[in-house]
């Protein structure tokens, strides 16, 4: 038997193991990449539930939106746990009630004023600590000092402007003097007059998303619209006006129309990519459309719903919200379960395999649902607290079919009770109109009794 090593040989052999092994390891790397769906959370700003042509508009043109609607899951009965930005901003990033998360009122839209604490725990903060890169695009109005601007709150990346609304073309702040300019990428100002907004936003996004393509990332894309001042593009305007829209219908469903157009160019991006099958995309509006002077007393439409932004009757925080992508998730369904805002985190975690932090959260897991048609609510009590006097908070508790509100703003004193109570069986009277609180002694104290529990609870976080 000849026992000489064929060293030749043998340094053939192993140079192809090494490379088999390695040719492992990348795959497995590859497995483990492809195994984290990317995440797009599409914030749109003061937009009524029913202007989506899904949800029934007639008149609105958003082929874009409805149709990543028919490519997944749309709820029908989905809400912010506020009827004002900063509030309802801060409950979706950190899956908690706006009063847990320190900022139940609007933040500041000057420089240096803190708003949601930077102890609060954010969805950008969750992926990131699970390894994705993580932007912040657009607006942000949850806080504008060094401690509560979005890198400090998880974000990697962030450009946009850090207070409640801008010109879209200045990016000057658009309310009162003095004239300030908000337009800032990672904390650094930047100044782009006269190109629009949105506009810069999807170059962002576009950059944001070409650069990670090849790791998870979780992109929070706050669009600034249909919120005042409206400033559609004018091919949008012509558009109505040639179908006769009066105002200030046609200048708001031009922006809700610039809007959808924005957003499908954003999810072409996606697609060029290669991104689109690996890529959870919610969107949803962050509480109801406006009738400020701002915005020429309205524009928006909530349907059959009474009330608008600022408001706790439906209007006011019934919301258009979107899901779509892999994971089980159902195309061209419609969930008809409460569900809100503050559940966006614990589900993205969920469909993530990412574990909730050891610390309080609101929100439920809306996998359950989304991917089966259960009937099981998620939410057997849901709460909200918003404006109105410390003498007489604007209040509002809902409980199965039944809804009881406390000095609810855009209601007539003359349909309240003594108490400021309007009490609504929402199966049976969907528009808020009659006030029951008379007729249901029993269950008004029982609802009120878990309102004050919750209240109490809450606010000692």
Known sequence: MNSTINWKSLMRFCFVAWCLFNSLGIFAQTAEKSSKPNVILIYSDDQGWADLGIYGSKDIYT???????????????????????????????TGR??????LATNASSSRGHAGMPGSQFTMAELFKGAGYKTAHVGKWHVGYSSETVPNAQGFDHSFGFMGGVIDNYSHFFYWDGPNRHDLWRNGER???????????????ASAFMTENQSDPFFLYFAINIPHYPLQPEKKWLDYYAERNVSSPRNMYAAFVSTMDEKVGILLQQLEQLGLTENTIIVFQADQGFSEEE??????????????SKFSLFEGGVRVPAIISGPGGIPQNEVREQFAANIDWLPTLAEYCGIDLPNRKIDGKSLKPIINEDSDKPIHETFYWKSGGSKAAPQWAIRRGP????????????EELDTQKLFLVNMDEDPSEQTNLSQ????????LKTLYEQWESEVTTQ
């Open 97 to 102: 009630y706006p009063q847990r998360a320190g």
């Open 439 to 446: 007729s249901e002694p029993d269950l008004v104290e029982k």
């Open 63 to 93: 082929p874009h939106l409805d149709s990543l609607a028919r490519k997944g899951v749309r709820f029908s009965q989905f809400y912010s746990a506020s009827p004002v930005c900063s509030p309802s901003r801060a409950s979706v990033l």
């Open 294 to 307: 701002r915005t020429f007393g309205g524009g928006g439409s909530a349907g059959i719903y009474r009330g």
């Open 190 to 204: 930047v100044y782009e007059p006269g190109n629009y907004f949105p506009d810069l936003m999807l170059d962002e």
């Open 402 to 413: 039944w809804k009881l509100l406390h000095n609810p703003v855009q209601a007539r004193n």
